[in-house]
């Protein structure tokens, strides 16, 4: 069973980047599909990006061309480059996984998640 912890979240200025990682143990890498999602005050948890065994990397409409997923294997890490920020990408930025190659964007596929990073974008 993997054990995930994320981490490099903070406060931005609109305009600025930030980087997101996801650190994984416990389990063998690359057996996971790795995901990204977000949850914003009073909305939901939603999709932004996923890397699949492959690394094919599905991207939210709301984050394409602004952020990139990118893992790498002999870390058992995976990571979310963020440029580009907006106020509306302030959210707590948890990373999952599931135990198989292909990547969804329904988070109810993901049984493994981390505590969740908080990312805040100032105006």
């Known amino acids: 069973q993997v054990q995930l912890v994320e981490s490099g979240g903070g406060l931005v200025q609109a305009g600025g980047s930030l980087r997101l990682s996801c650190a994984a143990s416990?389990?063998?890498?690359?057996?996971?599909?790795m995901g990204w999602f977000r949850q914003a005050p009073g909305k939901e948890r939603e999709f932004v990006s996923s890397?699949?065994?492959?690394?094919?990397?599905p991207y939210a409409d709301s984050v394409k061309g602004r952020f990139t997923i990118s893992r790498d294997n002999a870390k058992s890490t995976v990571y979310l480059q963020m440029n580009s920020l907006k106020p509306e990408d302030t959210a707590v930025y948890y990373c999952?996984?599931?135990?198989?190659?292909?990547?969804?964007?329904?988070?109810?596929?993901?049984?493994?998640w981390g505590q969740g990073t908080q990312v805040t974008v100032s105006s």
């Open positions: 416990g389990g063998t890498f690359t057996d996971y599909a």
């Open positions: 999952a996984a599931r135990r198989t190659g292909i990547t969804t964007f329904n988070q109810n596929d993901y049984p493994y």
């Open positions: 890397v699949s065994r492959r690394n094919y990397t």
